[in-house]
């Protein structure tokens, strides 16, 4: 029988730009496909530390198996390790459609004063975007316009701090450093809220929101009302490992 043929795992060349090289990732994670079976084949668990996660990802290209968006940041980070100049950072949108919530994760690219994306989504304008954004907002909003041509209202967006470079790093993945509650703001606002994270996330003066006390993670635009409980058990375990 034919054995199916295994995209072969891209290599970053110094005659590339970073352009070009974020390009060569996402299309590998393109010829690996979007997972429509409706099974996971790579369990991700949020809380695990850099270094098992980036196991994780080795496994996927061994496997050559369809990814679904978490899996697709997860690697995303794999590939882009090494390249001091490219920092990256989950953003996770909430939306609403029809009745049902739900979730997707991208993987925020800053490098050289302009932002992007890389992913994958079942939407080819839900995953990535290419590296030309001048800010924050503007790449999110690029988000929230493409979010709207399939009639998704984004409900929240939460973005999570750059990652190490140091793939042996036992430091989990911050996924939830900004909560903006962006249905219950204004454009204006929710840019100044952004812009201001991302100039603190430039300056490198952001610490993991669950190294401070639950009370401290920086959200906006939600209400104090009686907060949900913070954290699992795994997420306690795993913040002393936390700079």
């Given amino acids: 029988c034919v054995q199916p043929s295994v995209p072969p795992v891209p290599y970053y060349k110094i005659s590339m730009s970073i352009p070009e090289w974020l390009q060569a990732v996402q299309t590998y994670m393109k010829m ?13 668990r949020k809380t695990r530390p850099l270094s098992g996660l980036m196991e994780t990802a080795r496994e996927m290209t061994r496997e050559s198996l369809p990814i679904k968006c978490l899996e697709a940041v997860i690697l995303g980070i794999y590939l882009t390790n090494g390249q001091p100049s490219v920092e990256r950072f989950p953003i996770s949108f909430k939306t609403h459609f029809s009745g049902n919530y739900f979730h997707h994760v991208v993987l925020g690219i800053y490098c ?96 993991p929101s669950s190294a401070l006390s639950p009370m401290k993670e920086r959200s906006r635009g939600k209400s104090l009302s009686p907060r949900r409980r913070q954290g699992s058990p795994q997420r306690r375990a795993f913040r002393r490992d936390k700079s």
């Fill in 32 to 44: 690996l496909q979007y997972n429509h079976t409706g099974t996971q084949f790579f369990e991700i």
């Fill in 112 to 207: 050289n004063g302009r932002y992007g994306s890389l992913g994958m989504s079942r939407r080819s304008d839900l995953m990535d975007k290419p590296l030309t954004y001048r800010t924050l907002s503007d790449l999110i909003f690029e988000f929230e316009d493409s979010y709207k041509k399939y009639l998704h209202s984004v409900k929240k967006v939460k973005i999570g701090l750059y990652v190490p470079h140091e793939p042996h790093s036992f430091q989990p993945i911050e996924w939830k450093q900004l909560v903006l509650n962006v249905s219950k703001m204004m454009r204006t606002e929710v840019r100044k809220e952004l812009e201001k994270f991302a100039r603190d996330m430039r300056m490198k003066i952001l610490k």
